[in-house]
């Protein structure tokens, strides 16, 4: 059974950059998107950035356009989202999620399209 464990968050400073990794055991994410979601206290869950490993296909939330940059490893068994420029609003805690019928082009923003989810990674941009 596929399962997901995010790493790679932190405290960094505005303006400093931060890679965050989704590794996959249990499975390889071979025909799986993926998919990059954080959420704010009190807030609900948004998504970040899509990745489908059958096709390519990224997208990306208009808020990380530019800055932001999924990416997949060769093994197809971790999913890497590196984040630039990072500002206070880009805080929360980041997850990663999984789903063979999801789709990068499609709906992947909704954290409803995917079945799996890791446990989070806590990002803070503070000064």
């Known amino acids: 059974q596929l399962q997901l464990v995010e790493s790679g968050g932190g405290l960094v400073q505005p303006g400093e950059s931060l890679r965050l990794s989704c590794v996959a055991s249990?499975?390889?994410?071979?025909?799986?998107?993926i998919g990059w979601f954080r959420q704010a206290p009190g807030k609900e869950r948004e998504g970040v950035s899509c990745?489908?490993?059958?096709?390519?296909?990224?997208s990306y939330a208009d808020s990380v356009k530019g800055r932001f940059t999924i990416s997949i490893g060769d093994a197809k068994n971790a999913v890497e989202l590196q984040m630039n420029s990072l500002t206070p609003e880009d805080t929360p805690v980041y997850y990663c999620?999984?789903?063979?019928?999801?789709?990068?082009?499609?709906?992947?923003?909704?954290?409803?399209?995917?079945?799996?989810w890791g446990r989070g990674t806590q990002v803070t941009v503070s000064s």
């Open positions: 999620a999984a789903d063979p019928w999801a789709s990068c082009s499609g709906y992947w923003w909704i954290a409803g399209e995917y079945d799996v």
């Open positions: 249990g499975h390889t994410l071979d025909y799986y998107a």
């Open positions: 990745f489908s490993s059958r096709d390519g296909i990224q």
